[in-house]
């Protein structure tokens, strides 16, 4: 949809790279102090590394946050190689993670929700996967705002909050793009200021189902 086609200021808070024991957690304390869901797109090899791991996408989870799939390796290299997509490999990456997802969260779940890593917007050869993920039912998310923190040079809290209102300006549907990998302790330390932010705006926080 559009932005504003429905007429509210909604905004979905959205981590990549994911789960990791030094910032998973204090993201996830973060928007249940602040009532706050969002969608967490998983890489499975990730998930699969340790109990600990399990268990954060668990209490992701069971919080009432959203679940989403980011393939299984995030190789550029072997997803994506001379910047053209290998179908096969992301397909079955895809799928490896889904069994992943199931194997922690029960077979009952499901997710139609994926974010390929670096956007569907940067890799050339895109559209037999655009048609396997419509044969699939299957979704991609991509973003229209961030906090840049995976890009350039290393930012500290302020400065993240400061690229989240300057890239949320005049939308009034924004997809932020954060991560919650190894080394973004900043984003988790931003993170109560830019839900205050985002609040102080008007916007609805929605997840992506």
Known sequence: MPDGADGKKVVYLTFDDGPSQTVTPTILDVLKNENVKATFFIVGHALDSS???????????????????????????YLFPGSTVNINNFTSDIEKTNQSLKNVLGSDFSTRAIRIPGGHMSWKGIQPLDDWFKSNDYHYIDWNAESGDAEGKRKNANELLEQVKKTTKGRQKAIILMHDTYGKEETAKALPQVIEYLKTQGYEFRTMK
């Open 51 to 77: 109990d600990a791991n399990k268990n954060l996408v668990r209490r992701e989870a069971n919080e009432g946050n959203a679940i989403g799939n980011h393939t299984y390796s995030h190789d550029y290299k």
